[in-house]
């Protein structure tokens, strides 16, 4: 079986989505291994280049590795293997759903989905347990509930971007990354 997949989207690939794909695999700890986080960005002007070296020192402050991370550009096969698609704008949402109509049920502003999350009884999924199997069956359950509690996103679920900007504008913008993830990660996998 497959394991549960998410797509991370933002801009260009090389801030806001590779510090979630990795922040992602950060807070999965141990279950990091039964879900797959991956990125791309909406254009290709990256395509191939490591991480920002900003976003790199968010990452690795944090303790993740960012050695092995190459930018890529979005394409609808990125789409089509993800179980959940999360994005850094409502901007990047209309992109999504312009290649891939078929994906809005799935596909969201992070910010959206970890607010909306914090919503959803966990006790309403299916059963946790550390298997490929048992944690993608939790996770599309899990996407269902966060598609059926959608309220309209919401200015302050953008991410920023913070290309171009200091050190401490990257750390606001990764503190906004794991803020909206940890919802998420606490009904997936505990």
């Not at 979005?74 to 209309?94: I, Y």
């Not at 347990?129 to 993608?136: D, G, N, R, Y």
């Not at 598609?147 to 290309?163: I, M, Q, S, T, V």
Request: charged content about 25%; some cysteine.
């Amino acid at each position: 079986m497959t394991p549960f997949t998410v797509l991370h989207v933002c801009m260009g690939n090389i801030c806001r989505s590779p510090m979630a794909e990795l922040l992602l695999v950060l807070r999965l700890g141990d279950a990091a291994d039964l879900v797959r986080s991956h990125s791309v960005g909406t254009g290709g002007w990256h395509v191939g280049q490591r991480m920002n070296p900003p976003a790199a020192r968010q990452v690795a402050s944090r303790g993740g590795d960012q050695s092995s991370f190459r930018a890529r550009q979005l394409d609808v096969a990125h789409l089509k293997e993800s179980d959940l698609v999360l994005t850094a704008t409502a901007e990047q949402v209309e992109y999504v759903l312009d290649l891939a109509p078929d994906a809005a049920p799935r596909t969201f502003v992070l910010g959206e989905f970890g607010r909306l999350a914090a919503r959803v009884d966990g006790s309403k999924l299916p059963p946790y347990a550390p298997t490929v199997e048992a944690v993608a069956a939790r996770g599309r359950a899990l996407v269902a509930a966060v598609d059926g509690a959608r309220d309209g996103a919401r200015p302050g679920d953008d991410l920023d971007d913070p290309y171009g900007r200091s050190d401490a504008f990257f750390s606001r913008t990764a503190d906004q990354v794991d803020t909206a993830l940890k919802p998420f990660v606490e009904l997936l996998v505990r």
